[in-house]
C-alpha cells in the first residue's frame, strides 16, 4: 500500500475538508480525490462520506484510523532507527576496560553518552590489557581502554591520561612506614611481577624504570592473580607494583598492603583507547568523541583519597 494513500486519508480526517488538506499536502484536490479513492479500493470500504456540507468517516473508516495512524508511526521510528544506526546513533558496542579506565574513564564517559545517546547501549568487559588486545585482533572488541600504546600496526589508539606507578608492600616489609622510596632501593628488595602478556606496557615500565636506575630487579615470584599476589607480597615481605589508581584504593581497604611512592626515576604509564584499524564503525567513532566531550582525555592521576582495595593494576 502507498503510503501516500494513508497520508492523505489522515489529512481528510483531521482537516474534515478536502480543500483544506490537499492545501496542507502541497496536492491538487483531484489528486488528494484519487488518493482516497485508490484508499478504498485497497481496503475494499468506504471510508469517508462527503456531502455538499460535511466530510464524515464511516464506520469503516472509524475502524481504519487508529490503524492507519499506528502504521505511519511505526514507519517513522523505523525511519529514524535506521537514520541514528547510520549516523553511529543506535546500536551496541563491546567495551573492554582496566581498573584505571573503571575508576577515571568510563563513569563520566557513559554518563555523557547516555544523556546524549540513549539509543547507545555499551557492552562492558573488564579484562587486563593484554587479554583486550586479544580481544581486539580478533573482533571480540570494538574499544579497549588499556595500557598501551599497542604496538600491533593493525591497531590504532589514542592516549587518554598518564598515571604514576608505585610499590605496594606489606605491614612487616621495611617500606611500610616510608611514604616514598627510591626505586633503585629495589635492587635490595625482592619483588612479585606478573607475566609480560598481561599487561605488556606496565610490565615494560617497570623494567624500563628499573634500568633507567641502573638496576635488575629481584623478581622472586611471577603471579598473575591479584589475590595471590597481596598474599605472596605478605608472607614474603615482597614488593609488587601497581598503578596509583590501584595504590588509591589501599589506604582504607584494611589488608594490610601499602603503598610507597617510587621516584628517581618514576615510572610512568599511559592510558589509552585502543580499537582495530579495520573498523569503520560510526558508533565507535561516537565513543571516541564521547570520551573527548565528557572531558576524561587529560590530566595525569594522583594517588589522593584513597577508597578501597585490590593489588595489581
Known sequence: MDIRLLESFLAIVEERHFGRAAA????AQPTLSQHLQRLEQSVGAKLVDRSSHAVELTDAGSAFEPNARAVLSHLSKATRSARAAAEGHLGSL???FNFAAAHHILPATLQHLRHRHPGVRVHLEELRSGPQLTALADGRLDVGLLYGPPTAPDLRSRPLMS???CGVVGPMHRWAHRPAAPF??????PCVLFDRGQSPAMYDAIQQAAAQAGIELDVAELADDPAATGVLVRAHQLV???SESRAVQLARSGSGLTPVRL???VPMLDLHAAWHADNGSPLLQLFLDTLEASGTSRGTATLSKPTAASVQA
Request: no cysteine; net charge positive.
Open 24 to 27: 496542507r499536502l502541497h496536492l
Open 184 to 189: 633503585m632501593e629495589l635492587a635490595r628488595h
Open 263 to 265: 621516584h628517581g626515576p
Open 94 to 96: 563491546a567495551v573492554g
Open 163 to 165: 598515571l604514576r606507578l
Open 240 to 242: 609488587t607494583f601497581a
